[in-house]
């Protein structure tokens, strides 16, 4: 179920649950300083949080046109070593392997229009950001432009490549990939 509900043991903890097909749940701690002293303060909170979760359920959306939610599966015996409950997601099942993928799903659903006008993106990486820019601006036709240091992992490359990116090694470290000097 969606709803906001402040947790009475303490008066201080937030928990926000969204739908299922959102796929998330978020425990946030407010501070003393935080908490509300007012009806209208109250209502200013959780007006602020009611629109954090319309956005995090319109990314959401944005995501589950392109993939199915991440498998998440809980873990007795390390849930039992660790004295907690655990869910593991499992990133190496989305479509790319890594989680970067959700991020630029939702940056070009919002950015695409204005990128179709331009002659392309293009960014710094050493892998993972880089499948994800690619494969995303190869859903828009947008052109991708990926740039990597020399000597950076071939297997990495690869993918960007295979995903319609064009590569361009730069550098020797990511730091002189991302400013690059006259």
Not at 105 to 119: D, E, G, M, P
Request: hydrophobic share 35%; with cysteine; proline share 7%.
């Amino acid at each position: 179920d969606t709803g906001v509900q402040v947790m009475p043991d303490s008066g201080k903890k937030i928990r926000l649950f969204f739908t299922p097909e959102t796929d998330a749940l978020i425990d946030g701690y407010i501070t003393e300083r935080q908490l509300p002293n007012s009806p209208d303060d109250c209502s200013k909170v959780f007006s602020n949080l009611l629109d954090r979760i319309l956005e995090i359920e319109h990314a959401a959306s944005v995501v589950y046109r392109s993939m199915p939610p991440t498998p998440q599966y809980f873990w007795q015996p390390l849930a039992d070593r660790l004295g907690v409950d655990l869910w593991i997601k499992h990133e190496n099942h989305t479509p790319l392997g890594a989680f970067k993928v959700r991020g630029g799903l939702v940056y070009f659903a919002a950015t695409a229009s204005q990128l179709r006008h331009k002659n392309g993106v293009i960014c710094a990486t050493r892998g993972n950001h880089g499948q994800s820019v690619a494969y995303v601006a190869a859903q828009h036709n947008i052109p991708a432009s990926i740039v990597v240091p020399h000597g950076n992992s071939r297997e990495k490359n690869a993918a960007m490549v295979s995903l319609g990116a064009k590569l361009i090694e730069y550098g020797t470290d990511f730091q002189e990939v991302l400013e690059p000097q006259p």
